[in-house]
């Protein structure tokens, strides 16, 4: 969600505003992950970008569509520093292995894009998608095209593409929230590495994988006599 640019008045600069955009939604950032949605004053956000409270509100017209942005411009972010640490040209599977490593490193670094999204949960419950899970259904086809060239090229098992994207997609939170809230007890990398390790090879040996297997239906057996 991004500031709308006015349709009337002087002719806007879409550089400078972009620009102010950002520069907004960066301390708002800050302000809004320090000091909780209510005690945020958008007066001080105006005051620390250096506009009037009416400037703020030309560029987004209520607190909750400012907050709102904010944690949509976390994603975005998310998205382009994921992007930036992960190359096309190298392996497919070390790809997912930098992804996941860039994701838990992002909101390592920056705890208060971690803050937004929880606040953003508990404020507004009865949005219908968060911003989180609303950027995760955007790039699901990209994850899903690249699971299938996987399974195509018989890297990976044949799986519903839905299943694969979402379990991977709530392992990496899921670990991205706790060290958030409880602190991580190992380091990143090790973080990424055990994440790795279990969707890679699973938790079973290749002899208990053979005994999981579910036996024929008497059905099935029938049907082939």
């Given at each position: 969600m991004s500031s709308t640019k006015p349709n009337r008045g002087r002719p806007v600069d879409e550089g400078l505003w972009d620009r102010r955009t950002d520069e907004i939604l960066d301390i708002a950032i800050d302000l809004f992950a320090e000091r909780g949605y209510n005690g945020a004053d958008t007066q001080e956000i105006a005051n620390r970008v250096g506009v009037g409270k009416g400037t703020l509100y030309r560029y987004f017209p209520s607190k909750e569509s400012l907050f709102l942005a904010a944690a949509d411009r976390?994603?975005?972010?998310?998205?382009?520093?994921?992007?930036?640490?992960?190359?096309?040209?190298?392996?497919?599977?070390?790809?997912?292995?930098v992804a996941?490593?860039?994701?838990?490193?992002?909101?390592?670094?920056?705890?208060?894009?971690?803050?937004?999204?929880?606040?953003?949960?508990?404020?507004?419950?009865?949005?219908?998608?968060?911003?989180?899970?609303?950027?995760?259904?955007?790039n699901r086809c990209r994850w899903e095209q690249f699971y299938q060239e996987l399974i195509d090229r018989q890297r990976i098992r044949p799986m519903p593409l839905d299943r694969l994207t979402t379990v991977i997609s709530d392992l990496i939170y899921g670990t991205m929230f706790t060290n958030h809230i409880s602190g991580r007890e190992k380091s990143l990398q090790e973080q990424a590495d055990g994440i790795v390790d279990i969707v890679f090879h699973g938790i079973l040996t290749e002899e208990e994988r053979i005994r999981q297997k579910p036996e024929p239906s008497s059905s099935t057996s029938s049907s082939l006599q």
């Open positions: 976390v994603m975005r972010r998310l998205q382009a520093h994921i992007d930036e640490k992960t190359n096309e040209q190298i392996d497919a599977l070390l790809q997912m292995r996941i490593g860039a994701f838990l490193a992002f909101f390592d670094t920056h705890p208060a894009f971690a803050e937004l999204l929880i606040l953003e949960r508990a404020l507004f419950r009865d949005r219908k998608t968060p911003t989180y899970l609303e950027h995760r259904e955007k």
